[in-house]
Structure formats: structure tokens, C-alpha cells
């Protein structure tokens, strides 16, 4: 069974830098894409960014020239290297890995981390 596992988070001032990992475990074949998303209170699930395996990369409007999403291809570890943080940020941030096609999720190969806190404030 796959298991993704995420770390990095954690209390950062508006300005600042946090660096997230995605560490996976398991059969990984298969996926043909890597992202994550964020999760704030009482609202609902949001993409951040994803990078495919070709190594196209998609981002949310809202964090475009601030997050930066990358791999090691040797660990097969997904990052998320995240500038100018912003109070908005605040959220618990999850990683996934899916295979889709055209924007349809094969269910068979769509797994979630247990998520990791990023919180933003002075």
C-alpha cells in the first residue's frame, strides 16, 4: 500500500520561507502526477500546485512567483518550497499522488498524506 508522508511545516512570520516534503513509501508505480493542496478551518480543500511526470507544472493563481513545487527524482520526495508567506497561507497542507487523465482521477490511484500545519503570523 502507498503511504505519503509529509513534514516541514510549522510557525513562520509574513515574509518567511517554509520548505515542505513529501516522502512516499510503497509501490508508487503507476501515477502520473504529484501535487499538493491546502486545507484551511471551515474551508474546503484547494489545489496549490502539481507537477506531472513529464515535469509540467500547474499552480493556484494565488501563489504564482511565491511557491515553487520540485522533485527528487532519486527518492522520489516531492517538495514545495513556499516564499513571502502570507497570513492567508495558513493552512494544513496535504500531498497526493494520482494518475488522471484530462483532469478524471483513476480511483484506483489517488493517495493523501496525513497533512502537515503551516501557520503564518506575527
Known amino acids: 500500500q502507498v503511504q505519503l508522508v509529509e513534514s516541514g511545516g510549522g510557525l513562520v512570520q509574513p515574509g518567511g520561507s517554509l520548505r515542505l516534503s513529501c516522502a512516499p513509501s510503497g509501490n508508487i508505480c503507476g501515477f502520473n502526477r504529484r501535487g499538493w493542496y491546502r486545507q484551511a478551518p471551515g474551508k474546503q480543500r484547494e489545489l496549490v500546485a502539481t507537477i506531472a511526470s513529464a515535469g509540467n507544472t500547474d499552480y493556484a493563481d494565488f501563489v504564482k512567483r511565491r511557491f515553487t513545487i520540485s522533485r527528487d527524482n532519486a527518492k522520489n520526495t516531492v517538495y514545495l518550497q513556499m516564499n513571502s508567506l502570507k497570513p492567508e497561507d495558513t493552512a494544513v497542507y496535504y500531498c497526493?499522488?494520482?494518475?488522471?487523465?484530462?483532469?478524471?482521477?483513476?480511483?484506483?490511484?489517488?493517495?493523501w498524506g496525513q497533512g502537515t500545519q503551516v501557520t503564518v503570523s506575527s
Open positions: 497526493n499522488f494520482r494518475r488522471d487523465y484530462s483532469g478524471s482521477v483513476d480511483p484506483g490511484y489517488d493517495y
